[in-house]
């Protein structure tokens, strides 16, 4: 449960663990890491963490110096683990911060304003897509992100800022003359309407089979209607792209045809969805459930339905207060989804990218969550955990990541490196060695195993040292148990 905990100002915080303003850098190695346990601002005095219960640097084993009370079983209650101890290769030195191990509460909004805070369970969403994350467009807060940064192929997901860009520039009554380069510029096994050379459809009629049916020689046809050229739309892709705020993204085509140069993140395909779902008319056709497509040279009037199944009140995955979406697949892309949500007047949009069959339970994890985070903590910003590729992050809500420093969050302790990567292993902080587990939190009142060496961390996790564990096991110099 979470414990209510005071937020103070990150002026403070700022000036003891961290660096000018700075983004990790984006790896694309994916590692499956299991969540940080802790999910929380106070400054405890390092004098205070309980550095004073140990006696530390004395010049040799001196039996019945220090006493500690452990609470445990002795060094059979260890954890197993064959990683080097401190007297083996070590990991990595960092830093400790010079007056204090800071504190952060995940969840509860900095500003405080948002009423009375619950106490809760509350999960990070598990996430299985290479890429996602979850952004809330009513107070410009975003609340989950996996990867976020990482380039990847949106596939059909393209179509929204097609369809933005042609509602933009065009008139929903003008008419398309599709060109032999529009109905033939496609991928083996595009989707299609089956439209022809000199086929003539309104913009209206184009954006549905744009959105719903998701074909791709509609979008040719309207790059060229609205840009002159695929090559000239897509030059406005990228204008609009930039304008909108994104950093990592690149357009070739108007439909999300695989191209090497072609790729997005999911934090700009948010930025994208935020300001095509702004639009009426967008919102109303992705979110229509059937559409009559009118008749083209070589088929008949037909009834197009959308591919986003959590559109659908019938289906399974149908998930309330939906605004709009959008499906994407290619075998490069894997699953690729947009989804817009507005509940109680608060919009979320999730996006999810390189998934396997998983999207549509990635996309609800992370919308159930967004809602629940909400109604329990109300708007942010929010301090959260940061999942980068080989590992994790904490970002503060003004967009900083912890670096070189110790700091307590939402109970438990972490260390981060100088890249602001959360600590695992073995580390060293001034003069003192602390253990990190495989989740990060810090090992503390307990022991550990290395090997066939036995080590006591102490009530604030440094290394315990020429010192009695409850009046039974003594520990040397070096900090391993002396076998009597």
Known sequence: ???????????????????????????????????????????????????????????????????????STGPQAGDLSTQSGPTGSQTGTVTAPASGILEYRTNAPVNGTAGAVQDMELSMPAVSAEAAILFD?????????????????????????????VLEKADLNDTVVFSKTAVTNLESGAVTLNLQEGDRVSVRDCLYGLLLKSANEVANGLAEHVGGSIQGF????????????C?????????????????????????????????????????????????TKAAAARTITPGHKMLYPSDSRYYEGMVGGKTGYTSLAGNTLVTCTEKDGVRLIAVVLKARSTHYGD??????????????????????????????????ADGQLLKGC??????????????????????????????????????KNDWRQDGDKWFYLGSGGAMVR????????????DGVWVRQ
């Open 1 to 71: 449960m979470f414990k209510r905990t005071r937020i103070l100002s990150l002026g403070l915080a700022m000036a003891l663990c961290m660096a000018q303003t700075a983004q990790a850098e984006i790896l694309i190695t994916p590692l499956d890491v299991s969540n940080p346990a802790g999910q929380g601002v106070q400054i405890v005095p390092e004098s205070q963490s309980g550095a004073g219960t140990q006696a530390q640097n004395q010049p040799g084993p001196q039996a019945g110096n220090q006493s500690i009370q452990s609470g």
């Open 137 to 165: 467009a009513t107070h410009n807060t975003v609340l989950f992100e996996k990867n976020a940064d990482e380039k990847l192929y949106p596939a059909s997901i393209t179509k929204l800022m097609t369809a933005l860009l």
């Open 234 to 245: 897509a030059d406005l892709m990228n204008q609009r792209a930039a304008e909108l705020g």
């Open 247 to 295: 950093t990592g993204t690149h357009f070739t085509n108007p439909s999300g045809l695989n191209d090497p140069d072609h790729y997005t993140t999911a934090r700009d395909m948010a930025k994208i969805a935020g300001a095509a779902f702004k639009n009426e008319t967008l919102q109303k056709i992705s979110s229509s459930l059937s559409y009559e497509f009118p008749a």
């Open 363 to 396: 996309t609800k994890a992370m919308l159930d969550y967004g809602y629940k985070k909400l109604q329990a903590f109300g708007s942010g910003p929010y301090h959260q955990w940061v999942q980068n590729g080989d590992g994790w992050y904490f970002r503060t």
């Open 406 to 443: 110790r700091a307590v969050i939402d109970g438990a302790e972490y260390g981060f490196d100088d890249a602001g990567k959360m600590q695992k292993g073995w580390q060293k902080y001034g003069e003192d060695w602390y253990y990190f587990r495989s989740d990060g939190s810090m090992v």
């Open 466 to 477: 020429n010192a009695w564990i409850d009046q039974t096991y003594y520990v040397g110099a």
